[in-house]
């Protein structure tokens, strides 16, 4: 089993930037795939960018596509979002999630959840 901690969110201007991390306890992380997620008000939950165990895959959401990098740490158990250039449109809560399953955008094949972080882009 894996918990899961996101941080890092916050308020941005437009065109700024934030980094997001997401803290996960348990021994077996590095064998997890490791994905990104938010949703903002009245929307549904929808892939931002996932990040194979060994870092190698990844995988992004268009709309995120140039501008947000994930990135992961096996030896800390972390893994990191980094946006630039951000939009209003970018503001949503922000989750962390793990699954056993390969590099996937399917929010129901994810196992595990953190309780989210909100990011808040400011026009």
């Known amino acids: 089993q894996v918990q899961l901690v996101e941080s890092g969110g916050g308020l941005v201007q437009a065109g700024g930037s934030l980094r997001l991390s997401c803290a996960a306890s348990?021994?077996?992380?590095?064998?997890?795939?490791m994905g990104w997620f938010r949703q903002a008000p009245g929307k549904e939950r929808e892939f931002v960018a996932a990040?194979?165990?060994?870092?190698?895959?990844?995988d992004y959401a268009d709309s995120v596509k140039g501008r947000f990098t994930i990135s992961r740490d096996n030896a800390k158990n972390t893994v990191t979002l980094q946006m630039n250039s951000l939009k209003p449109e970018d503001t949503a809560v922000y989750y962390c999630?793990?699954?056993?399953?390969?590099?996937?955008?399917?929010?129901?094949?994810?196992?595990?959840w953190g309780q989210g972080t909100q990011v808040t882009v400011s026009s």
């Open positions: 999630a793990a699954c056993t399953r390969g590099v996937t955008r399917r929010v129901y094949e994810y196992d595990y």
């Open positions: 348990g021994r077996t992380f590095s064998s997890y795939t």
């Open positions: 990040i194979n165990w060994s870092g190698i895959i990844t």
